[in-house]
Nanobody, 124 residues
């Protein structure tokens, strides 16, 4: 069992930055690939970014490339999503996720464990 606790959401103006955090506990952090998804009312869950178990590979949705950076800190068992140049279309509830296989995140757009979600609102 893995527990994921998110923090760092909030409201910012377009062009601003925000960093989301997701702290993991329960099992060995390095055994899990981590990812971020987002969802808005009336839309399907959208993949945002993923990072491999030891952080050597990262994956991004086209909408996130060049603006968002996913990273992980093994010592803190925490994954981050640094979001820069935010746009109103980035407004959503963001969820962190974990899976022992990164392809479940990047290909199936699913995960074994999920964070509670945090609201990100970007105003123009």
């Amino acid at each position: 069992q893995v527990q994921l606790v998110q923090s760092g959401g909030g409201s910012v103006q377009a062009g601003g930055s925000l960093r989301l955090s997701c702290a993991a506990s329960g099992r060995t952090f390095s055994d899990y690939a981590m990812g971020w998804f987002r969802q808005t009312p009336g839309k399907e869950r959208e993949f945002v970014a993923a990072i491999s178990q030891i952080g050597t590979r990262t994956y991004y949705a086209d909408s996130a490339k060049g603006r968002f950076t996913i990273s992980r800190d093994s010592a803190k068992s925490t994954v981050y999503l640094q979001m820069n140049s935010l746009k109103p279309e980035d407004t959503a509830v963001y969820y962190c996720a974990a899976s022992p296989r990164i392809t479940k995140i990047t290909t199936l757009y699913a995960a074994d464990y999920w964070g509670q979600g945090t609201q990100v609102t970007v105003s123009s």
